[in-house]
């Protein structure tokens, strides 16, 4: 019980869910990736990794979790989350691919929760956490980082200049004893965590960051 004058969390229900789904929700086992972040703005970045993801993984579909604010970037600079929400909406434009302000309706701030109250939602479901190689660098920043190992699988996508620092970092050394043979990336959602996969795909230097000072478009694709 809590305190006196305390009150309990709401429980998640799927049907909440689902409303923050668009009034969809996965049939059971499916295979989900989860690309978090901010979107401020959505890119061809982001697009290209969930197609990554949709092909070597064997995905159902991707999520995009629109963050309604990055305890790691400041809010100065952030657009409101329905502009974001909208813009990647209308960059997705992919069947397998569904935006969602998700986060607000769990009330989570950070990955770990958010993964832990989607799992407890919709247990039938297949989790996969997609995340860049610029991330997984910097992982040992983030809140409860070694539960999101401990407690969902993990695919990491390279990015220009990263992958050996990121190879070389706190987690992928804390997990190596897990990484999965990158042939093996389509086994990966229905592994058990801890588990996790090194992806080499076509390398697009895009961010966000370039596109809000000017020096390229959203839509623009920089691969190399």
């Known amino acids: 019980m ?10 998640i229900t799927p049907t909440k869910v689902g409303r923050a789904l668009g009034g969809y929700l996965p049939p059971p086992g499916a295979k989900i990736g989860l690309l978090g972040g901010s979107f401020n703005p959505a890119h061809q970045g ?4 969930s197609r990554e993801a949709l092909r070597r993984l064997g995905l159902d579909e991707v999520w995009w ?8 970037k400041p809010q100065n600079g952030m657009a409101p989350l329905s502009e974001r929400v ?3 909406q209308e960059l997705a434009r992919h069947p397998k691919i569904r935006v969602t302000p998700l986060e607000s309706l769990l009330n989570t701030q950070f990955t770990a929760d958010t993964l832990r109250k989607l799992r407890k939602s919709l247990p039938k479901a ?3 956490w997609l995340l860049g190689a610029d ?3 910097q992982l040992e920043k983030w809140h409860n980082w070694q539960q999101i190992f401990d407690e969902t699988v993990v695919a990491i996508f390279d990015r220009p200049s990263y992958a050996l620092r990121a190879l070389a970092g706190k987690a992928a050394r804390t997990f190596a004893s897990y990484r999965m043979d990158e042939r093996s990336a389509r086994r990966l959602a229905r592994s058990k ?11 697009n230097p895009l961010s966000a960051t370039q596109i809000r000072s000017g020096q390229v478009r959203s839509g623009q694709s920089q691969f190399l």
């Not at 982001?46 to 990794?49: A, E, G, K, M, R």
């Not at 979790?65 to 790691?72: I, K, Y």
């Not at 965590?193 to 390398?203: I, S, Y």
């Open 2 to 11: 809590g305190k006196p004058g305390s009150t309990r969390p709401a429980i």
């Open 46 to 49: 982001h697009l290209q990794i």
């Open 65 to 72: 979790l629109v963050s309604p604010q990055n305890p790691l």
């Open 86 to 88: 909208t813009k990647a």
């Open 126 to 128: 297949h989790f996969v």
């Open 135 to 137: 991330n997984l660098y």
């Open 193 to 203: 965590p801890p588990a996790w996969v090194f992806l080499h795909t076509p390398l």
